[in-house]
């Protein structure tokens, strides 16, 4: 691995260091490739060890390839690099009994079909059963958008208005319940408990700020409000920090992904530096 091997803008990207930097790079740019030199940069260089640096990713294969790259370079087992969820489940297995929620290290997390199974069962409690708009499909998708959202039980109450609305208020918090009593948590938890961990203690929050001194994130256009939060909270004290994103094409908006972080990093981390990937190593030349 070399710099050489980097073209102008993504040298760059790579070498900016003691500043925010958003890096604009569309298909086939190279994004991958600057993250990964990046991390080699940094560590090669001395400038941060490699359990310092903190590389979130969106999906466990983004993740594994990123990993394979960075330990093809350097030998750098010490690297955290992981989705989104599985950081926030690891610091949860740490802090979550200091939310004071009943919550203990021994959680287990609901996938979809778990999720689906409490909400029909919360259903059939609550005798829903014979308002068909109140399906199993629906209510998730209902109760999902209030998590991505970040609004609390009372936030959803404040808002309601129809008859339909309070029944779906009454699902939500009788699913929230149901998740508590169960120790368990869904995936929505897993970026929103951290949240409120980093947020309500000063203690954990400069324990991970001090911990994770460099943070970089892929596909920065796909994350949604809470991920962009707790980004902002875990790099907002050093602001080491390098995102990667194509501010045209966001492949998440069904899961709350909001393009508009990506267009307003600048304003959350002041003085950033921009850089445009724009020559296109995958795709053929013209015929």
């Not at 999906?59 to 370079?73: D, F």
């Not at 368990?184 to 000063?202: G, H, M, Q, W």
């Not at 991970?208 to 875990?234: A, G, H």
């Not at 790099?235 to 908006?253: E, L, R």
Request: hydrophobic letters at 40%; proline letters at 2%.
């Amino acid at each position: 691995m070399k710099l050489q091997d980097l073209n102008t803008q993504q040298l760059k990207a790579v070498q900016t260091v003691n500043k925010p930097v958003l890096v604009f790079a569309g298909a086939g740019s190279g994004k991958t490739r600057v993250l990964t030199y990046k991390v080699w940069h940094l560590i090669k260089e001395k400038l941060f060890k490699p359990e310092e640096i903190l590389a979130l990713t969106f999906t466990n294969k983004a993740a594994a390839e990123m990993k394979l790259r960075i330990q093809e370079s350097i030998s750098c087992d010490g690297v955290n690099v992981g989705t989104f969820h599985s950081i926030g489940a690891r610091m949860l297995r740490m802090h979550i009994s200091t939310l004071d929620e009943g919550y203990n290290s021994s959680f287990t997390i609901y996938d979809t079909s778990d999720q689906k199974s409490v909400i029909k069962e919360v259903i059939e409690n609550l005798n829903l059963s014979e308002f068909k708009e109140l399906n199993v499909g629906f209510l998730k998708v209902q109760i999902d958008k209030f998590k991505n959202d970040n609004l609390s039980i009372k936030d959803v109450e404040a808002k309601a208005q129809t008859f339909e609305d309070e029944k779906i208020v009454e699902v939500y918090k009788a699913y929230c319940e149901k998740l508590k009593s169960n120790n368990a948590l869904d995936f929505n938890d897993l970026i929103l408990l951290p949240i409120r961990l980093l947020k309500e203690n000063a203690k954990i929050l400069n324990f991970y700020q001090s911990t994770w001194k460099y943070v970089l994130v892929d596909e920065f256009q796909d994350t949604n409000s809470p991920q962009f939060e707790i980004v902002s909270l875990l790099a907002g004290k050093h602001q080491n920090i390098t995102v990667v994103g194509d501010d045209d094409q966001s492949i998440y908006g069904w899961r709350g992904a909001e393009v508009g972080n990506i267009l307003k990093f600048e304003k959350d981390f002041p003085g950033a530096t921009v850089i445009r990937l724009e020559q296109n190593y995958r795709s053929t030349s013209h015929i």
